[in-house]
């Protein structure tokens, strides 16, 4: 299957700052669909004449878990680190969260019609969350 590729614009908070970034997302369906690959890679403008820095740099393994009968998210970022999650299906899309320092981050993603919209939540007691990114892909003809 050929790739697909998203892009957008996104926010995402880097400490008190909000900083907007353009994303692209590729998307390749592998093995026959039982698995994903998802390569993200968000930038935003250098000052000046400076070159564009990368704020976003990741990739994800999304294969499928026949015991479970459902999709495990492994993900992995440019510092380094990384991580498995369990993708819970919602209506029109998944959720997924991880625990972080302080609190717990919560992924939520609305699939169809062409379009990813996905919201980040930082939440320090599991109850009331705050939005940390969001991030609005329309897929490339």
Not at 33 to 54: D, H, K, Q, Y
Request: aromatic share 8%.
């Amino acid at each position: 299957m050929r790739a697909v590729i998203v892009t957008a614009v996104a926010w995402m908070l880097r400490g008190s700052d909000r900083i907007n970034a353009s994303m692209t997302e590729v998307v390749e369906r592998k093995l026959g669909g039982v698995a994903f690959l998802v390569e993200g890679l968000g930038v935003v403008p250098g000052p000046g004449a400076e070159a564009p820095r990368v704020v976003h740099n990741a990739l994800a393994v999304i294969p499928y878990d026949p015991q479970t009968r459902g999709y495990v998210l492994r993900s992995y970022i440019a510092s380094g680190q990384w991580g498995d999650f369990v993708l819970t299906p919602i209506e029109g899309g998944v959720v997924w969260s991880r625990e972080v320092p302080g609190g717990r981050i919560r992924n939520t993603a609305k699939i169809g019609n062409g379009e990813w919209h996905e919201i980040g939540e930082f939440s320090r007691d599991q109850t009331t969350g705050m939005q940390i990114m969001e991030l609005k892909l329309k897929k490339e003809p």
